[in-house]
């Protein structure tokens, strides 16, 4: 019984970190979208908000237009949390789908920042050398488009 509940636990943990993205040391390799998800509502039915977002270009608020139609939209990455192991060789391909440029860095792994541009593909690779949690970010969009890497014993 002892036995049949490990087996149980193992096959469960593998299937919840394939779910989450891990695997097995080696080479893992994925792609980030750099969106802009929008909501529309009109003013008559959802009242344009009175709250200011969060400072930062990566929340957008435009006001009511002549029809009374308003728009919230923010900038992010997706995934926002990339999950590897130490010791995997990682290649992030950003796309850039939303937004004319971003230039992002991941913290910790990157010397130089990345350009991107709409339409296009850049590509980052490294080793995880180094275990814990490391920000992947937008100079042009903060607050909102920021991700994270995280690298686990």
Sequence with gaps: M??????F???VAVSA???AGEA???ERVFHVLAV???GTA????EPFPVEKLPAGSGYVLKAPDTKGDWQVSAYVFQPAQIFVRKGDGVTLH???????AHTITVEGYQAQAVKLRRGAVQTVRFKADK???FRIGCKEHPPSMNGELIVSE
């Design 9 to 11: 636990a193992a096959g």
């Design 42 to 45: 009109q003013a008559a039915k």
């Design 36 to 38: 802009e998800p929008k």
């Design 24 to 26: 097995l040391a080696g």
């Design 94 to 100: 950003f796309v850039g789908i939303n937004g004319a």
């Design 131 to 133: 275990a814990g949690v």
């Design 2 to 7: 002892r036995y049949a509940m490990r087996l």
């Design 17 to 19: 970190g394939v779910v």
